[in-house]
C-alpha cells in the first residue's frame, strides 16, 4: 500500500533531521524541507486521476467548465499554502506560516467571488 511508503519516508526523514539537528539546525531544516518536498511530489503525481474523474463527471453532468476549474484552483491553493506553512513552522518561523495562510485565504475568497455572486443571483431571480 502506498501510505506505507509515505510513512516510510516521512520516519526516515524524521530520523535523519533529528541526528542531523545535534550537528547543525539549517541542515536538518533541509533535510526536513526535502522529506516533505519528496511526500509533497509523491502525493501531487496522484492528483492527475482525480482530476480526470471529475472532468469526467462535470462532462456528464452539463456543469460550467469555469466552476469546477474554481474548485480546484482553490483545492490546490489549500494544499499549497497548507504545505507551505508547516514547512515554515518546522523551520521556527510561525510568524511566516500565518501570513502565508492569511493570504491563501484572500486568495481563496477572490478566486471563489464568481461562484458566490452568481448563487446570489440566482437566489434574486427565484425572488420575485
Same mark, same amino acid.
Given at each position: ?11 526516515? /526523514? ?10 547543525? &539546525? ?7 524541507? #526535502? @522529506? ?6 509523491? #502525493? ?11 472532468? &469526467?463527471?462535470?462532462t ?6 469555469? !466552476?469546477? @476549474? @474554481?474548485?480546484?484552483?482553490?483545492? /490546490?491553493?489549500? !494544499?499549497?499554502?497548507?504545505? /507551505?506553512a ?17 493570504? #491563501? &485565504? ?5 478566486? #471563489? ?8 443571483e ?7
Amino acid at each position: 500500500m502506498e501510505i506505507f511508503q509515505v510513512v516510510g519516508i516521512g520516519l526516515i /526523514g524524521t530520523v535523519l533531521a533529528i541526528f542531523v539537528k545535534e550537528r547543525n &539546525k539549517e541542515a536538518a531544516v533541509l533535510v526536513s524541507l #526535502a @522529506t516533505g518536498i519528496v511526500i509533497f511530489l509523491f #502525493a501531487i503525481s496522484r492528483v492527475g486521476a482525480i482530476i480526470e474523474v471529475l472532468w &469526467k463527471l462535470a462532462t456528464r453532468a452539463q456543469v460550467n467548465v469555469f !466552476y469546477l @476549474t @474554481t474548485v480546484l484552483k482553490i483545492i /490546490g491553493i489549500s !494544499y499549497i499554502a497548507e504545505f /507551505g506553512a508547516q514547512v515554515c513552522r518546522d523551520a521556527g518561523e510561525g510568524s511566516t506560516a500565518g501570513k502565508i495562510e492569511f493570504a #491563501a &485565504k484572500i486568495l481563496v475568497m477572490v478566486l #471563489a467571488m464568481p461562484i458566490i455572486v452568481a448563487i446570489l443571483e440566482s437566489i434574486l431571480r427565484l425572488i420575485p
